[in-house]
């Protein structure tokens, strides 16, 4: 994983160079481009990493599983009907916790878990937040056509630079307590700041892309992949891949037929991170589970 962020951070710096070739169009073409392939591919096994992970635990068949997985699906589409305000924010927080979980995968030894969780979650939140509020004007449309509901930019400032102090509160915490998370913590604060040149430099779909895919699916696949076949190598990946296959395709589809009915970008972006939300939900959990696992291994 270490010489997986060394081509991240040169990947990250590429994105930024080629910045000043792309036009703000070829920019949200390639970012949803990134988004449809490693972005979707990512989340597009969880049947299978469910399968596996029951597979030790005989209480709950695949079935029953699989079914709790479409309901919350559903559930997540329904609540984006229903009361969008707080969906959306429901999925600004589950992603956050998602994506600190990413990053932060090891601390639940080390840490009481709440702690863990609120710290995860805040490194998620200021990802976001620094993405939010350097393309606050369309992030605010975005919302608006979401919700209804029209966020002051205020807002979404306040909100970042309270995660910030909270985050390095903890952080301060954590390096007093034990010294050899003390060199990840500097590394990751190097993270944010990278992050923050590439939301600041580029659209906001090409922005988020190059992390989502970057810095999120791509270490997740191969999380995945070592927690399926306990190594990853070329032909595991095909594997993988493989099996997605027609999760991906149905998901690839949906997307389509969203963009066929809704082709005005504001409203197509919407719609597309309403539809993320949706499978977020679901993958989340899985995602969770997983650590867990691989925890007690």
């Known amino acids: 994983m270490k010489n997986y962020k060394n ?48 597979e030790q635990n005989k209480s709950n068949s695949w079935l029953k599983i699989f079914t709790y997985y479409v309901i919350i699906v559903l559930a997540g589409i329904l609540l984006f009907y229903i009361i969008p305000q707080f969906a959306l924010l429901l999925f600004i927080i589950v992603s956050a916790n998602h994506f ?30 620094l993405l939010f509020n350097f393309h606050s004007n ?7 056509t979401i919700t209804h509901f029209i966020i002051p930019k205020e807002l979404l ?10 985050f390095l509160i903890i952080s301060s915490y954590f390096c007093w307590k034990i010294e050899k998370i003390r060199k990840k913590i500097i590394l990751e604060l190097f993270f944010l700041f990278v992050f923050a040149i590439l939301f600041k430099s580029s659209s906001l779909i090409w922005g988020f892309a190059i992390y989502f895919v970057l810095w999120h ?3 997740s696949i191969i999380d995945q992949i070592k927690f399926l076949n306990k190594s990853f190598t070329f032909p595991n990946f ?7 296959g027609v999760y991906w395709l149905i998901s690839i589809i949906g997307i389509a037929l ?22 977020t939900f679901p993958h989340t959990i899985v995602i969770n589970k997983m650590f867990k696992r691989k925890e007690k291994v």
């Open 157 to 166: 400032l306040y909100t970042l630079q309270a995660s910030i102090v909270l």
């Open 7 to 54: 081509i991240a951070i040169v990947a990250s710096f590429f994105a930024l160079w080629m910045d000043s070739f792309l036009s703000t169009k070829n920019q949200i073409f390639m970012g949803f481009l990134f988004i449809f392939s490693f972005g979707i591919l990512h989340g597009a096994n969880d049947l299978l990493l469910i399968k596996n992970i029951i």
């Open 100 to 129: 600190g979980e990413q990053q932060w995968q090891k601390l639940n030894s080390l840490f009481p878990k709440t702690l863990v969780v609120v710290y995860q979650s805040l490194y998620g939140m200021i990802v976001l937040l």
């Open 217 to 219: 699916s791509i270490p």
């Open 258 to 279: 969203i963009y066929y009915r809704y082709q005005e970008e504001e409203l197509f972006n919407a719609l597309f991170f309403s539809f993320l939300a949706a499978i």
């Open 138 to 144: 369309q992030v605010k449309d975005i919302i608006k």
């Open 238 to 244: 095909f594997n993988y891949c493989k099996s997605a």
